[in-house]
């Protein structure tokens, strides 16, 4: 069985993970509400509540490494789940290689430009490792990304602290407003940046106290990322406007208030929180294998790491492209899974707790509508990741 604290740092890792959450991806997907960046956080965690809600709310009574296309059966059916699941499977199958490449070429190759030269190489040797550590034992794996993140949080705080230093918080970062189309958009954007947090179900059947932990483990974590968001976001608004729009904001901010060793760190620990996140979505996906086909687990992450180690190598013939060629129909795939799990949820409860199937439809209508969202954004391309 899997302990809880090994649990809980998963679930941790699994949101952006944390360091790659507030160094990379916030101020961009902030947009044109950095100004408030404080207000945009706040917001947006609370619109998130809404998603996390339901997958609580399934895992009440659920924990099987089925994870989300377990809880689509709960209320639709083993047929419906198989649909969901075949979406899901396509959304991370495509994510895989293409995030090994954004690793490489738009994170550690920023960070050390010296690695130019031997981007090919660490674009093969990278999913090699990957591959390695989700064959380990499991408490070898999982005792890895409690590890990483618990590194990510103290660096995020790090972070969070040099840029308060340097700059101040100032009661603008939550009062100012960018109009309501802006702010509305930004926290939405925003809020999209959580959706992983829903990996950890998958390992419900695994984890010591089951649903309880499941429950237990997927609020802490996302309490704990939030407080670190919103105390990054403060400064934020205050930052200068280059830093804020460098290639990898956190890596720029840390340069410019605590000296190039500390960009170093967070360059290096933005890149193994995304890695951590490969190797999470690696690890689920090997559950539902099992889940769906009845296969042991190691033979599915096995078969998993076939295509996934081909696709990399394949991805040297243009990097570039091959990023941005499968980022769009994996973003499409993810969304519409997600999408699957929330419409579904109010049948869940009418045959679970028919007493609460208005509150259902409530939190319903807001993932799906976050969900919609973000698919009409990857369909038109005005999502970048």
Do not use: K
């Given at each position: 069985?899997?302990?809880?604290?090994?649990?809980?740092?998963?679930?941790?890792?699994?949101?952006?993970?944390?360091?790659?959450?507030?160094?990379?991806?916030?101020?961009?997907?902030?947009?044109?509400?950095?100004?408030?960046?404080?207000?945009?956080?706040?917001?947006?965690?609370?619109?998130?509540?809404?998603?996390?809600?339901?997958?609580?709310?399934?895992?009440?009574?659920?924990?099987?490494?089925?994870?989300?296309?377990?809880?689509?059966?709960?209320?639709?059916?083993?047929?419906?789940?198989?649909?969901?699941?075949?979406?899901?499977?396509?959304?991370?199958?495509?994510?895989?290689?293409?995030t090994v490449t954004y690793v490489v070429y738009d994170v550690l190759a920023v960070v050390?430009?010296?690695?130019?030269?031997?981007?090919?190489?660490?674009?093969?040797?990278l999913p090699v490792a990957i591959v390695v550590l989700v064959l380990a034992p499991s408490?070898?794996?999982?005792?890895?990304?409690?590890?990483?993140?618990?590194?990510?949080?103290?660096?995020?705080?790090?972070?969070?602290?040099?840029?308060?230093?340097?700059?101040?918080?100032?009661?603008?970062?939550?009062?100012?407003?960018?109009?309501?189309?802006?702010?509305?958009?930004?926290?939405?954007?925003?809020?999209?940046?959580?959706?992983?947090?829903?990996?950890?179900?998958?390992?419900?059947?695994?984890?010591?106290?089951?649903?309880?932990?499941?429950?237990?483990?997927?609020?802490?974590?996302?309490?704990?990322?939030?407080?670190?968001?919103?105390?990054?976001?403060?400064?934020?608004?205050?930052?200068?406007?280059?830093?804020?729009?460098?290639?990898?904001?956190?890596?720029?901010?840390?340069?410019?208030?605590?000296?190039?060793?500390?960009?170093?760190?967070?360059?290096?620990?933005?890149?193994?929180?995304?890695?951590?996140?490969?190797?999470?979505?690696?690890?689920?996906?090997?559950?539902?294998?099992?889940?769906?086909?009845?296969?042991?687990?190691?033979?599915?992450?096995?078969?998993?790491?076939?295509?996934?180690?081909?696709?990399?190598?394949?991805?040297?013939?243009?990097?570039?492209?091959?990023?941005?060629?499968?980022?769009?129909?994996?973003?499409?795939?993810?969304?519409?899974?997600?999408?699957?799990?929330?419409?579904v949820f109010p049948l869940f409860r009418l045959r679970t707790s028919p007493q609460r199937?208005?509150?259902?439809?409530?939190?319903?209508?807001?993932?799906?509508?976050?969900?919609?969202?973000?698919?009409?954004?990857?369909?038109?391309?005005?999502?970048?990741?």
């Amino acid at each position: 069985m899997l302990p809880r604290p090994l649990f809980l740092g998963a679930a941790i890792a699994s949101i952006g993970g944390p360091l790659a959450l507030v160094a990379l991806y916030f101020p961009g997907a902030s947009g044109g509400a950095i100004t408030s960046a404080a207000r945009i956080a706040a917001l947006a965690i609370i619109v998130f509540l809404a998603p996390l809600a339901v997958w609580l709310g399934f895992s009440e009574r659920i924990a099987s490494a089925g994870g989300l296309a377990a809880f689509v059966e709960a209320a639709a059916g083993r047929n419906a789940a198989r649909v969901q699941a075949a979406v899901w499977i396509v959304s991370y199958f495509l994510y895989l290689p293409y995030t090994v490449t954004y690793v490489v070429y738009d994170v550690l190759a920023v960070v050390f430009p010296g690695l130019t030269p031997y981007r090919g190489s660490l674009e093969l040797a990278l999913p090699v490792a990957i591959v390695v550590l989700v064959l380990a034992p499991s408490v070898v794996a999982f005792g890895a990304l409690a590890f990483l993140a618990a590194a990510q949080l103290v660096l995020s705080v790090v972070l969070g602290i040099f840029a308060l230093t340097h700059v101040g918080g100032h009661v603008s970062s939550f009062t100012s407003s960018s109009g309501p189309h802006t702010t509305a958009t930004a926290v939405a954007t925003v809020s999209l940046l959580f959706v992983c947090i829903s990996l950890p179900v998958f390992f419900g059947a695994e984890v010591r106290g089951g649903s309880r932990t499941v429950r237990r483990g997927l609020l802490l974590a996302y309490a704990g990322t939030a407080a670190v968001l919103l105390l990054v976001a403060i400064p934020l608004a205050t930052v200068s406007a280059r830093l804020r729009g460098a290639a990898l904001p956190g890596v720029a901010i840390a340069q410019a208030y605590g000296g190039r060793s500390l960009a170093v760190a967070i360059g290096v620990g933005s890149a193994a929180s995304v890695t951590g996140l490969i190797v999470l979505e690696f690890l689920a996906l090997g559950r539902l294998f099992h889940w769906l086909f009845e296969l042991p687990v190691r033979l599915a992450l096995s078969m998993i790491a076939v295509p996934f180690l081909l696709a990399d190598a394949v991805s040297l013939v243009n990097p570039d492209r091959f990023y941005s060629d499968l980022l769009r129909p994996s973003l499409i795939a993810l969304w519409l899974s997600q999408l699957i799990v929330f419409a579904v949820f109010p049948l869940f409860r009418l045959r679970t707790s028919p007493q609460r199937v208005l509150s259902a439809l409530a939190l319903a209508a807001v993932a799906c509508a976050l969900s919609g969202y973000g698919l009409y954004t990857a369909i038109t391309g005005s999502l970048g990741s």
